[in-house]
């Protein structure tokens, strides 16, 4: 019976261990999101150019969170942190109003970096 | 604005209006790429006199600033005589008037097609209707072919004509930065977009996230912005692009990512095929 509790006890100490250590795990793999704005020229009169070009950079961008983001180093804490990309995307159709419109809702989502064909 | 910017269409004066300069663009700028490519033509050229090189663009400021009275004094000096742009309204599907006043008026050698690859396979369409393709040579503008404008134009009209790129193209299918782009077309886009001019997105993203990982190892999270990117981006130094471009190193106060053209002949199957090394583009705009 006290081999029983015994046990039990290492087995409850066991799972709180790997809770924790799940929970520290987890917290070390928190990923960190830096907004990007991709002000892409998907219709338009070039359209026969540019729209290829823009979605060759959303297709690399999603290729990047694909992969599970990337890592980096950080300067303060020297740490390896992971980030994604939250990939804003919208068309401008060759329009600077609207390629103006486009910027101005990334930049109020977050924006630090816009890209575009 | 603290927010940096990644264009993979060309350097234009208006881009160095902003300091700090947070702008930027995978391909230098029309006159630098133009001054890049005298010494192309001046090699090309057999005749006895200065080759007359003219431009056909669409009307646009972006195509208007192109028109820098330093492209025509250099090629003057080096014996090419750039002559005055010629522009056709945007929504344009005719260009008899245009391409008849470049051959029988201004007498034009060479001529520059500033438009679209869907607009550069309209103009060669009009270019073999009036009897013109063997009467002038003509070069594409880097974004001004594709696998469009054989289908518009005809594999017969696109044949021999000149490509100025500024990315290496598909017939160079085993550069790693070529393998990759192709891989992620066909997961993503398979045949409804052309592929010739879609590898300059992956190009300018990879560059841009690069900046990106060195801005944030740099200031970290909290501190990322614009200028950080930007600051980033100026420590680029043989940056590897997989062969897409030679590797990228940033000069000091140019926003051009990449610094070279390239010139490419089309074959007869609508390849166009590298015609020669990389040409440097000098640092013209902003200065």
Same mark, same amino acid.
């Given at each position: 019976?006290?081999?029983?509790?015994?046990?039990?006890? &290492?087995?409850?100490?066991?799972?709180?261990?790997?809770?924790?250590?799940?929970?520290?795990?987890?917290?070390?793999?928190?990923?960190?999101?830096?907004?990007?704005?991709?002000?892409?020229?998907?219709?338009?009169?070039?359209?026969? &150019?540019?729209?290829?070009? &823009?979605?060759?950079?959303?297709?690399?961008?999603?290729?990047?969170?694909?992969?599970?983001?990337?890592?980096?180093?950080?300067?303060?804490?020297?740490?390896?942190?992971?980030?994604?990309?939250?990939?804003?995307?919208?068309?401008?159709?060759? &329009?600077?109003?609207?390629?103006?419109?486009?910027?101005?809702?990334?930049?109020?989502?977050?924006?630090?970096?816009?890209?575009?064909? | 604005?603290?927010?940096?910017?990644?264009?993979?269409?060309?350097?234009?004066?208006?881009?160095?209006?902003?300091?700090?300069?947070?702008?930027?663009?995978?391909?230098?700028?029309?006159?630098?790429?133009?001054?890049?490519?005298?010494?192309?033509?001046?090699?090309?050229?057999?005749?006895?006199?200065?080759?007359?090189?003219?431009?056909?663009?669409?009307?646009?400021?972006?195509?208007?600033?192109?028109?820098?009275?330093?492209?025509?004094?250099? /090629?003057?000096?080096?014996?090419?005589?750039?002559?005055?742009?010629?522009?056709?309204?945007?929504?344009?599907?005719?260009?008899?008037?245009? +391409?008849?006043?470049?051959?029988?008026?201004?007498?034009?050698?060479?001529?520059?097609?500033?438009?679209?690859?869907?607009?550069?396979?309209?103009?060669?369409?009009?270019?073999?209707?009036?009897?013109?393709?063997?009467?002038?040579?003509?070069?594409?503008?880097?974004?001004?072919?594709? *696998?469009?404008?054989?289908?518009?134009?005809?594999?017969?009209?696109?044949?021999?004509?000149?490509?100025?790129?500024?990315?290496?193209?598909?017939?160079?299918?085993?550069?790693?930065?070529?393998?990759?782009?192709?891989?992620?077309?066909?997961?993503?886009?398979?045949?409804?977009?052309?592929?010739?001019?879609? /590898?300059?997105?992956?190009?300018? /993203?990879?560059?841009?996230?690069?900046?990106?990982?060195?801005?944030?190892?740099?200031?970290?999270?909290?501190?990322?912005?614009?200028?950080?990117?930007?600051?980033?981006?100026?420590?680029?130094?043989?940056?590897?692009?997989?062969?897409?471009?030679?590797?990228?190193?940033?000069? *000091?106060?140019?926003?051009? +990512?990449?610094?070279?053209?390239?010139?490419?002949?089309?074959?007869?199957?609508?390849?166009?095929?590298?015609?020669?090394?990389?040409?440097?583009?000098?640092?013209?705009?902003?200065?």
């Amino acid at each position: 019976m006290t081999m029983g509790r015994k046990k039990w006890a &290492s087995l409850l100490i066991g799972i709180g261990l790997l809770l924790s250590l799940s929970g520290l795990s987890m917290a070390a793999e928190k990923v960190e999101e830096i907004v990007v704005g991709l002000n892409l020229e998907l219709t338009g009169g070039l359209a026969s &150019s540019t729209m290829p070009a &823009s979605f060759g950079i959303l297709d690399y961008y999603n290729y990047i969170n694909e992969q599970g983001g990337f890592t980096y180093k950080d300067p303060v804490d020297k740490k390896i942190h992971r980030a994604k990309y939250k990939i804003l995307w919208a068309d401008n159709g060759f &329009s600077i109003a609207r390629s103006m419109t486009n910027a101005k809702r990334f930049i109020d989502a977050g924006a630090k970096l816009i890209l575009g064909a | 604005m603290d927010v940096a910017q990644f264009s993979t269409g060309n350097v234009t004066q208006l881009m160095y209006g902003h300091k700090p300069l947070l702008c930027f663009a995978n391909t230098p700028g029309d006159v630098e790429r133009l001054i890049g490519m005298i010494d192309f033509i001046k090699k090309d050229w057999k005749g006895d006199r200065p080759p007359r090189v003219g431009t056909l663009a669409y009307e646009a400021s972006t195509s208007r600033q192109a028109e820098d009275q330093r492209l025509f004094k250099l /090629a003057r000096e080096k014996g090419v005589e750039f002559l005055p742009f010629d522009y056709f309204p945007f929504t344009a599907t005719d260009f008899s008037t245009e +391409l008849r006043r470049l051959y029988e008026v201004k007498k034009a050698d060479y001529v520059w097609l500033r438009g679209g690859a869907g607009q550069v396979g309209a103009i060669m369409k009009d270019v073999a209707r009036l009897g013109l393709r063997d009467k002038m040579k003509y070069i594409a503008c880097y974004f001004g072919y594709s *696998e469009v404008t054989p289908l518009i134009a005809g594999k017969d009209v696109v044949a021999g004509m000149y490509l100025e790129g500024t990315l290496s193209t598909p017939s160079e299918a085993d550069l790693p930065g070529m393998k990759f782009a192709r891989k992620l077309y066909d997961k993503n886009r398979k045949s409804d977009v052309s592929f010739m001019i879609y /590898a300059s997105g992956p190009h300018l /993203a990879m560059i841009a996230h690069e900046a990106t990982k060195r801005a944030l190892e740099k200031v970290g999270l909290k501190k990322l912005g614009g200028r950080a990117i930007a600051d980033a981006t100026w420590t680029l130094k043989d940056f590897d692009v997989g062969g897409l471009t030679p590797p990228i190193t940033m000069q *000091e106060g140019n926003i051009s +990512l990449v610094r070279y053209c390239r010139m490419f002949k089309i074959d007869k199957e609508g390849i166009p095929r590298p015609d020669g090394p990389w040409l440097g583009t000098p640092h013209v705009l902003g200065r």
